[in-house]
Nanobody, 126 residues
Framework: QVQLVESGGGLVQAGGSRRLSCAAS????????MGWFRQAPGKEREVVAG????????YYADSAKGRFTVSRDNAKNTVHLQMNSLKPEDTAVYYC???????????????????WGQGTQVAVSS
């Protein structure tokens, strides 16, 4: 079955960087757009970034533009989120997710994503 496993979370100081990874198994990753989401305590889950199946199209939430970079390595079935210039407000559990349908865009729409990882905690101290 589809399995997504995030890693790379942890505690980082404001202004620092963190690279999250998502390892996928159980399906052909290269056919599906992928996304990164986050959920802070008491808040709804929100999209952070998305990347199309080929990597040719990306999407970033306004909060991530200029600081975060999403990438993927289809040969290794992995997706990454490089986060730079981190702020305390970036503190959240970060999730990766795969689109429900192959070869589909809608990178910024949460409802388009069907399978989720368990999440990895990122805490940014001021």
């Amino acid at each position: 079955q589809v399995q997504l496993v995030e890693s790379g979370g942890g505690l980082v100081q404001a202004g620092g960087s963190r690279r999250l990874s998502c390892a996928a198994s159980g399906y052909t990753l290269s056919r599906y757009s992928m996304g990164w989401f986050r959920q802070a305590p008491g808040k709804e889950r929100e999209v952070v970034a998305g990347i199309s199946w080929s990597g040719g199209t990306t999407y970033y939430a306004d909060s991530a533009k200029g600081r975060f970079t999403v990438s993927r390595d289809n040969a290794k079935n992995t997706v990454h989120l490089q986060m730079n210039s981190l702020k305390p407000e970036d503190t959240a559990v970060y999730y990766c997710a795969t689109h429900k349908l192959p070869y589909d865009l809608g990178l910024g729409t949460l409802a388009e994503y069907g399978y989720w990882g368990q999440g990895t905690q990122v805490a940014v101290s001021s």
